[in-house]
């Protein structure tokens, strides 16, 4: 299950976006940037680990989200799509999975989850571009994609804000957002491994 297969129904809704950004004369490079500066945001709100800055934090990761995807439609709108601008976009969507995890793990102060979370994350999405990189194409399956982690940091953060006490082994919500992503994140890595190996 992955959200990442319904994006070309994004693409349908991107209109007035790629239009407005076209409009007032930004790059898709500046619109990956944009991305990036939103899930900063969402990093430092998490990190308070306040009620209100979880709402805040929500919204930014949701906003990161949303302009990942208007970057590539803005570059295909104005028929600029390079491997600089795919590259550019590669790199900081790392760095920002990395800054949100990071950004829910200091809000709870669970650094060892927080690291096998982020390199369960880390791995899934290097076996997406490693198997695109071998010339089979790439590849947006598995149990979570990026899709699915951006919608499941947004939620886990607007339920933070309102319910934060321990709900199964000591964790709260956010917590368990860290154990998901360390147990499915590896598991998606080897998923996609294996598929990749089976069409190589």
Known sequence: MTLDQYRSVADRLLGPWVRAAAKIGLSPDQVS???FVAAVAA??????????????????????????IVDGALARHLE????????????LDRYADIAVIAGFTVGI??????????????????????IQAVGIGREYGGLLGRADRLALMGVVGLVAAVYSAPVV??????????ALFAAVGHLTAVQRFLGAWRDL
């Open 109 to 130: 102060g669970a650094y060892a989850l927080g690291f096998v979370a982020v390199t369960g994350v880390l791995m899934t999405s290097y076996m997406g571009t490693q």
């Open 169 to 178: 082994a000591g964790l709260n919500v956010v917590g368990l957002l860290l």
């Open 33 to 35: 940037v944009l991305a």
């Open 43 to 68: 990093a430092g709100a998490f990190a308070v680990g306040e009620p209100v800055f979880y709402i805040l934090g929500a919204v930014c990761v949701l906003l990161n989200g949303w302009l990942d």
């Open 80 to 91: 600029v799509a390079s491997d600089g601008g795919d590259l550019l976009d590669h790199v």
